[in-house]
């Protein structure tokens, strides 16, 4: 006789961590329509397209050497000693997800959130490249990211890498902190978009002879703006399954993170769509769309760790940087970033990353190892010394793997595809009418 045996039911944080997880999608939903939305009708299909090779490609990466790379917090890794202390700097698990149990372990619920953060910083330089970055350089390029940019820093903050350890090492608070992601997943993504713009070079026709920038309006408004209520969803995901899973933090205050969340996307939104209502005479859409995304991203590293009112305070700030900084690439660098990425993911992760910094201290009084709080001196220095790996390493790193690749396959279209349209030269066929994807802006250079 068969005997059934009643199924071993996971614990509560196990299933809300799953459920978490299973939102995050819908952040790359929604940063795809936005970036869809901010770029040319003829190139719409093409993007669309990309997003979708980005997502299998980082997916597939990932599985092959990016979690070996990650890992997760007590499982083996590289370690140097120097001067008497210990730097895990990468992980040394085995590629295809060998011998881990996915059973709903804490490591496996990590290879799953990894595996769907890679995938979203890889999204985020299709913002910078639209209208000009060939399909095939676009997987290549995400290959270099999940692979190996992302994972490698994601292990430093996430998986018990030295960034981490700063607090035990050298009593800096209690180690580089990021709940969400701001750094690991925005401004790694960002900082790779930068790349991207600057060896892609402007849209022909952005510029004038003279060097000024010509406005180059997105084609729909309305992809952009529904995509920013997706990614609110997927951000409430990532947040808290980020603060859940790499910060121990008990489950029922993943009510505060998901308020944290959303209150910082709304000031910043309201924040931009005031300043460009103050200096245009109208609120701009894609720009306020912009601050909203700079938001939720400013909002990931210290979601767990603040009250509302300094949730508020973050998105604000977030919302100023955000808009002035998109002018600031566009007009005094002469970087054409046609979706804001670099702005709203690099510029506002890091704002973010400095936040836990200035506001941590608010909801979050624990001690570190060493019995100092977390809201010192040294928390601040610690979230420095993040944001200085970011900019002096993880760029000059994120760089130089694309100019390397552009001298081996070249990552912009002809002149031929860009004056074409993205869809009929790549793809062989356009998302809308010719009728509505050509305009004269060719005339003007």
């Known amino acids: 006789m068969i005997v059934a045996l009643a199924p071993v039911l996971p614990d509560t944080t196990t299933v809300l961590c799953i459920f978490f997880i299973f939102l995050v999608p819908f952040a790359g939903a929604g940063l795809t329509l936005i970036n869809a939305g901010l770029g040319r009708s003829r190139s719409a299909a093409h993007l669309m397209m990309s997003s979708l090779c980005v997502v299998s490609i980082a997916a597939l990466a990932y599985f092959i050497c990016g979690f070996a790379w990650q890992g997760f917090i007590g499982m083996p890794a590289h370690v140097l000693t120097v001067g008497g202390k210990g730097w895990n700097w990468i992980a040394a698990g085995p590629f295809f997800l060998r011998h881990l149990p996915l059973d709903g372990s804490p490591a496996s619920l990590a290879a799953l959130l990894g595996m769907l953060s890679a995938a979203l910083a890889s999204l985020i330089p299709l913002g910078s490249g639209a209208d000009r970055w060939r399909l095939s350089a676009t997987c290549a390029s995400t290959a270099l990211l999940a692979g190996w940019s992302y994972p490698l ?236 790996t970011l900019i002096g390493f993880v760029l000059p790193l994120t760089y130089g793997l694309n100019w390397l690749l552009n001298r081996v396959h070249p990552q912009r279209v002809a002149a031929e595809g860009e004056r074409q349209g993205m869809d009929l030269y790549e793809l062989g066929a356009g998302a809308y009418p010719e009728s509505v994807t050509h305009s004269e802006e060719f005339t003007q250079r």
């Open 153 to 388: 820093f994601a292990h430093w903050v996430w998986g018990g890498g030295w960034l981490a350890q700063l607090g035990q090492n050298y009593g800096l608070g209690r180690g580089f902190l990021d709940a969400g992601g701001a750094s690991t997943i925005q401004v790694v993504g960002g900082l790779t978009a930068l790349s991207i713009a600057w060896i892609l070079g402007p849209r022909r026709g952005k510029y004038t002879l003279e060097g000024m920038p010509s406005a180059i309006p997105g084609h729909n408004s309305v992809f952009v703006l529904f995509g920013c209520i997706l990614a609110l969803v997927g951000w409430w995901g990532l947040n808290s399954a980020g603060a859940v899973l790499w910060n121990g933090v008990w489950p029922g205050k993943t009510v505060l993170v998901a308020i944290n969340t959303t209150l910082s996307a709304a000031a910043a939104a309201l924040t931009a769509a005031m300043i460009t209502r103050t200096r245009f005479g109208k609120p701009d859409a894609s720009l306020t769309a912009n601050g909203w995304i700079g938001g939720l991203v400013a909002s990931s590293a210290a979601c767990a760790f603040v009250r509302p009112a300094a949730a508020a305070a973050i998105g604000i700030v977030a919302g100023i940087l955000v808009t002035f900084s998109v002018e600031w690439f566009e007009l005094r660098m002469s970087v054409d970033d046609p979706g804001g990425a670099i702005s709203a993911h690099a510029v506002g992760g890091i704002w973010g990353v400095l936040s836990v910094g200035l506001f941590a201290h608010i909801a979050a009084p624990e001690l570190n190892s060493a019995g100092q709080p977390m809201n010192g001196g040294g928390q601040w220095l610690a979230q420095l010394v993040g944001i200085a």
